[in-house]
């Protein structure tokens, strides 16, 4: 069973930068694929970035390519997503999730942590 915290978020101004970080404990992190996903008030929870088990390929969505990048640290067990260049319309609520492929599909994962709201205003 893998445990899943993230922490980062937080208010910032439109064409800011923030860092979120997820911390997994309980599994062999560097087995899984990690992604990390967005949920804003009152839309479907959607695909942002995601990073395969070595770090060697990784996947974004066309809405934060360019100012988004997912990184991971194996040997702290931990994901990362740097956000540049921030917008309104990044606001929302952020997840990261382990999952056996890189992938887009949220039912491909597994384990989901709890979120980090991330608000930018304009």
């Known amino acids: 069973q893998v445990q899943l915290v993230e922490s980062g978020g937080g208010l910032v101004q439109a064409g800011g930068s923030l860092r979120l970080s997820c911390a997994a404990s309980?599994?062999?992190?560097?087995?899984?694929?990690m992604g990390w996903f967005r949920q804003a008030p009152g839309k479907e929870r959607e695909f942002v970035a995601a990073?395969?088990?070595?770090?060697?390929?990784?996947y974004y969505a066309d809405s934060v390519k360019g100012r988004f990048t997912i990184s991971r640290n194996n040997a702290k067990n931990t994901v990362y997503l740097q956000m540049n260049s921030l917008k309104p319309e990044d606001t929302a609520v952020y997840y990261c999730?382990?999952?056996?492929?890189?992938?887009?599909?949220?039912?491909?994962?597994?384990?989901w942590g709890q979120g980090t709201q991330v608000t930018v205003s304009s």
């Open positions: 999730a382990a999952g056996p492929p890189i992938a887009a599909n949220s039912g491909e994962y597994n384990y």
């Open positions: 309980g599994g062999t992190f560097s087995s899984y694929a």
């Open positions: 990073i395969s088990w070595g770090g060697g390929s990784t």
